[in-house]
Structure formats: structure tokens, C-alpha cells
């Protein structure tokens, strides 16, 4: 079964910087495809998901540019949204690895649900979403409640990545989502901001009693906590970061993919703990196809479970 990826495709500006006496200075500056979205439909089709690319793009100059490197891919945009360009998101990384972020938002978060009257939906289990889609910030118009119907009317099973401006969704829209029952990710950061509890098996209690489903709580390093009919702690694989950048991303991806290949959520999460560590290893959001082997090799050799081959 496939997975329906709805959100943002933007191009990310990646740049390490380092402190002078003169100021900040910029230095190797990459570009890349980027946006929650992109890096979890990058991880499925690693994984020969068959993923459905549910993103927008722009008709401006920025467009143009991730059009064409959506184009090298293989992937063609759900839909082309006339008079707005696509957005930036521009990535600074500090001399201890450390990321932070400058966004500007744009047609990636337009949304109607005519786009996808072709799609075959039969083929789909889960339907990813983050909360950056449905936060409403975009301009001149307001698309949270268009997703949150589409989602409904889906009778899809919902995979709910909450993001980091989570306390800036709509109160009404978040009572919405977890009416729909969703499967939550999340950090540990951002489960006891939404939640305003210390405690992570806490924060995870209270999310899972709103939903009724599993919530998934990264943890770094250190691995991720569960909540679900069971609660356990899977544990982490530590590796030095070189960049953060897209690891979340990369872990949602991989506990989709392995959940539509029919692997149980505890080995699922110990899957994309692997993934989530070789994401570490790299600039940018989007795991190499090496990279991606290295992990894959990794999760045989702990698992004894050889679910994925090596071959496209």
C-alpha cells in the first residue's frame, strides 16, 4: 500500500557559518529540495514505497529551480500554482552542528482538493501531513480546514508530524486532528511545548488520549519513546552530527515505510532510529542513496530481518 504525501517542496539554502570579529560569515553554501514533504517522500521511494507526491509548486523564478530538480528526479508536482512563487528556507549551521532556519512561505502551502480527483486512492493506506500545512499562516487565504476536510473525507489513516510551530495551530484545527484519530510524531521538545508537560511519558499519555492512537516522540539520540496500547522506549543509535537537518523528516519517512510493509511499530521505530542516525552524517536533508544502504545494512545485521533489498 502506498502513502499519499501532502505539504511543502521548497529549496533549501544550506550554508555553515562562522563567527568573526567582522560577523556572522557564511561559508560552503549548498542547495538542495527540501520541506517536511519532500524529505519524507525522498525516504519512501528509497524504500520502493510508490509514494504519491501530493505537493505543489510555484510558477515563479524559485520554481523554476525546484521544478527543475523535481524534474532530474522523476517527480512530477500534483499541481502548478499561477502568480506565486515557491518558497526558501535558508539553513544555518554553527560551528557545533547546531541548525537554525529563515523561511519564506509561499505556493507550497496552497492546497485544493480537485488536485487529486485522479489519484487512486484505493492504493492508499496512510496520508502524511505536518502541522505546518494546516497552521494557516499563508497570505492572503487559509487552507487548514480544506486539508482537515480532505483528510476526513480521505477515510484515509492519518500520519500526523507536528512540526515546530506546532503552538501555532489553530486550537479548533488541532481538536479536528485528533478527532481523525492520527498517528502523532514528535519531538521531545515540541511534546512538552503543545502539551505543556515535563515529563515525556507524560506529554505522550496526554496526546495519546486525545487521539486514541499511537504517538511517537523522538528522543535524538537517545532514540524514541511510544505510546500505544504498549509503551516502550526504543533505543537509539549515537553518532557525531555533522547536520540535523531533515533527521525527523527521515524518521517519519522510514516508520511509513515500514508500517505499509507490514513491520510492527517497535521495529519500525528501531528502523528509522538507523536511519535517523545516518541522516546525522550529512549536509542537508536528503539521505543518500549510500547513506541510506549503510542503515539498511545496519537494521539487518541488529534485526536478523532482511525485509528490504539493496537493489531499486
Not at 230 to 256: M, N, W
Not at 260 to 282: G, Y
Request: hydrophobic share 35%; charged share 25%.
Amino acid at each position: 500500500m502506498k502513502v499519499l504525501v501532502l505539504g511543502s517542496c521548497v529549496l533549501d539554502i544550506i550554508s555553515r557559518t562562522r563567527n568573526t570579529p567582522y560577523g556572522t560569515k557564511m561559508e560552503d553554501v549548498s542547495f538542495s529540495l527540501g520541506g517536511m514533504a519532500y524529505n519524507v517522500y525522498n525516504i519512501l521511494e528509497m524504500f520502493n514505497n510508490h509514494p504519491i507526491f501530493g505537493c505543489p509548486i510555484g510558477t515563479g523564478r524559485i520554481a523554476s529551480v525546484v521544478e527543475k530538480m523535481l524534474e532530474e528526479k522523476g517527480i512530477t508536482p500534483i499541481h502548478k500554482v499561477k502568480d506565486k512563487d515557491n518558497g526558501v528556507c535558508m539553513c544555518f549551521l554553527d560551528e557545533h552542528n547546531d541548525s537554525s532556519y529563515i523561511s519564506k512561505h509561499s505556493a507550497e502551502y496552497v492546497f485544493d482538493k480537485s488536485w487529486f480527483k485522479d489519484i487512486d486512492m484505493s492504493e492508499v493506506e496512510y496520508v502524511y501531513v505536518s502541522g505546518l500545512d494546516i497552521e494557516d499562516f499563508y497570505g492572503e487565504y487559509f487552507y487548514g480546514n480544506e486539508i482537515i476536510d480532505f483528510l476526513k473525507e480521505s477515510g484515509k489513516k492519518i500520519f500526523f508530524a507536528m512540526g515546530p510551530r506546532l503552538t501555532f495551530i489553530n486550537k479548533d484545527y488541532l481538536k479536528r486532528m485528533y478527532e481523525l484519530h492520527p498517528i502523532i510524531h514528535i519531538n521531545d521538545s515540541e511534546a512538552r511545548r503543545i502539551t505543556g508537560l515535563e515529563d515525556i511519558e507524560k506529554a505522550a499519555d496526554y496526546l495519546y488520549r486525545l487521539t486514541d492512537n499511537a504517538v511517537i516522540i523522538t528522543l535524538g539520540d537517545k532514540g524514541c519513546y511510544i505510546r500505544d496500547k504498549k509503551k516502550y522506549y526504543v533505543e537509539g543509535y549515537p553518532d557525531i552530527p555533522v547536520d540535523t537537518i531533515g533527521a525527523g523528516d527521515s524518521h517519519a519517512g522510514a516508520i511509513l515505510a515500514s508500517l505499509t510493509s507490514h513491520l510492527d511499530l517497535k521495529e519500525a521505530a528501531k528502523l528509522a532510529n538507523i536511519i535517523a542516525s545516518e541522516t546525522i552524517k550529512q549536509v542537508g536533508s536528503n539521505l543518500t542513496r549510500e547513506n541510506f544502504l549503510k542503515a539498511i545494512n545496519r537494521y539487518h545485521a541488529l534485526s536478523g530481518i532482511a525485509l528490504y533489498s539493496n537493489r531499486r
